[in-house]
């Protein structure tokens, strides 16, 4: 099991940026790991923003339009998503996610949550 520790949140407005990062508590086996960003409007499903593979592949939703960059820090077994140009529609609960190989995309473990708030 991996604990997942969440931060970078906040109060933006409309145009702003904010960095989140994860902090993952396994080193053994941190590099083997895809992780994810998901995010979690009220009201709404949690939806896929984002995900890093272990060798190093990045994929990203249709909504992020180039907006956002994630990355991946084998060496401080830490994952960041840097968001820019955001908007009130992008306002939700920002979830880390990490699954191993076999474990199927939405599964594994997540992170705590934190709130990424969009307004005027």
């Known amino acids: 099991q991996v604990h997942l520790v969440e931060s970078g949140g906040g109060l933006v407005q409309p145009g702003g940026s904010l960095r989140l990062s994860c902090v993952a508590s396994?080193?053994?086996?941190?590099?083997?790991?895809?992780m994810g960003w998901y995010r979690q409007a009220p009201g709404k499903q949690r939806e896929l923003v984002a995900k890093?593979?272990?060798?190093?592949?990045?994929e990203y939703a249709a909504f992020v339009k180039g907006r956002f960059t994630a990355s991946r820090d084998n060496v401080k077994d830490t994952v960041y998503l840097q968001m820019n140009s955001l908007n009130p529609e992008d306002t939700a609960v920002y979830y880390c996610n990490a699954r191993g190989p076999l474990v199927p995309e939405g599964f594994g473990d997540w992170g705590q949550g934190t709130q990424v708030t969009v307004s005027s």
């Open positions: 396994r080193t053994d086996v941190f590099t083997f790991l895809t």
């Open positions: 890093i593979t272990n060798g190093g592949e990045i």
